[in-house]
């Protein structure tokens, strides 16, 4: 057993790239060949992955597509089973989701000084209100979770122009 089963990784096998019935990859050839009743999956000229009878499969998929295919999981086997699980590390400091907040929250307070000192006050009242939201954020405020009750029954109709 793998010490890789039932974890999933953030990584993937590329795609062998078939030519004919030939898939090269670095650490040997695939290749599918007719049989008279199938097609055959091979490694290396003389492994049989597997063996795809014409009357095993959707006629309109194919036997010889389910032949690459099953090439394909032992392309992924191979090259997985050389893979081993390590630590996640830590994020750095100042990276990740509360630091962009930050940092944002930073540029529109540089920005609301700006717009203040050039006396565009409603501009620099816009920008205070957004970085506002960003401080908020960083706090773990979520403005749509109060905007959006789960139970519509506790939405009030609001009459307009009243």
């Known amino acids: 057993m793998s010490d890789l089963e039932g974890v999933k990784l953030a990584v993937t096998?590329?795609?062998l790239?078939?030519?004919?019935d030939d898939a090269?990859?670095?650490?040997?050839?695939?290749?599918?060949?007719?049989s008279p009743d199938g097609y055959a999956a091979i490694f290396g000229g003389?492994?049989?992955?597997?063996?795809?009878?014409?009357?095993?499969v959707d006629p309109l998929y194919g036997a010889r597509r389910a032949a690459q295919d099953h090439a394909q999981a032992?392309?992924?086997?191979?090259?997985?089973?050389?893979?081993?699980?390590?630590?996640?590390?830590?994020?750095?400091?100042?990276?990740?989701?509360t630091a962009l907040w930050q940092r944002?929250?930073?540029?529109?307070?540089?920005?609301?000084?700006?717009?203040?000192?050039?006396?565009?006050?409603?501009e620099a009242s816009a920008v205070g209100g957004v970085?506002?939201?960003?401080?908020?954020?960083?706090?773990?405020y979520t403005p749509l979770a109060e905007a959006s009750p789960t139970n519509p029954a506790?939405?009030?109709?609001?009459?307009?122009?009243k």
């Not at 790239?17 to 004919?20: D, K, Q, R, S």
């Not at 506790?154 to 122009?161: D, H």
């Open 13 to 15: 096998v590329k795609q």
């Open 17 to 20: 790239e078939w030519v004919g």
């Open 24 to 34: 090269k990859t670095p650490f040997g050839r695939y290749s599918v060949e007719r």
């Open 46 to 56: 003389f492994e049989e992955l597997a063996h795809v009878g014409f009357n095993a």
């Open 74 to 97: 032992d392309y992924e086997r191979r090259i997985l089973s050389a893979l081993s699980p390590s630590p996640v590390p830590a994020p750095l400091p100042g990276s990740g989701e």
């Open 104 to 122: 944002a929250a930073k540029i529109a307070r540089h920005m609301q000084g700006q717009w203040r000192d050039q006396g565009a006050y409603g």
């Open 131 to 140: 970085a506002l939201v960003f401080e908020k954020m960083i706090e773990g």
């Open 154 to 161: 506790e939405t009030q109709a609001v009459e307009v122009g």
